[in-house]
């Protein structure tokens, strides 16, 4: 079994900064791929980022430039690094992690932009 555990959400003004973390913890493999997905109200989960355990990564084309996906191998933790944040980031965010072909959900974490 697999725990993700986020944290760092919270309210920020428009222009800010926050940085998530996520811990995963329990069977968790040397190849898989970690990433970041996010839930605004009334809408569908979208993906925002992903990087495998090789170090690939990708963003989703509304959060290039501006978010920043990295991870800690040893510690089998990634975080999301959010700068220039607008009010249309707003959303909980969730930590996946894909391995085996089985995916894994954090609880999520909220985040608030206001403008």
């Known amino acids: 079994q697999v725990q993700l555990v986020e944290s760092g959400g919270g309210l920020v003004q428009a222009g800010g900064s926050l940085r998530l973390s996520c811990a995963a913890s329990?069977?968790?493999?040397?190849?898989?791929?970690m990433g970041w997905y996010r839930q605004a109200p009334g809408k569908q989960r979208e993906w925002v980022a992903t990087i495998t355990s090789g170090g690939t990564i990708n963003y989703a084309e509304s959060v290039k430039g501006r978010f920043t996906i990295s991870r800690d191998n040893a510690k089998n933790t990634e975080y999301l690094q959010m700068n220039s944040l607008k009010p249309e980031d707003t959303a909980v965010y969730y930590c996946?992690?894909?391995?085996?072909?089985?995916?894994?959900w954090g609880q999520g974490t909220q985040v608030t932009v206001s403008s």
């Open positions: 329990g069977n968790i493999f040397s190849i898989n791929t």
């Open positions: 996946n992690i894909v391995q085996l072909g089985r995916n894994y």
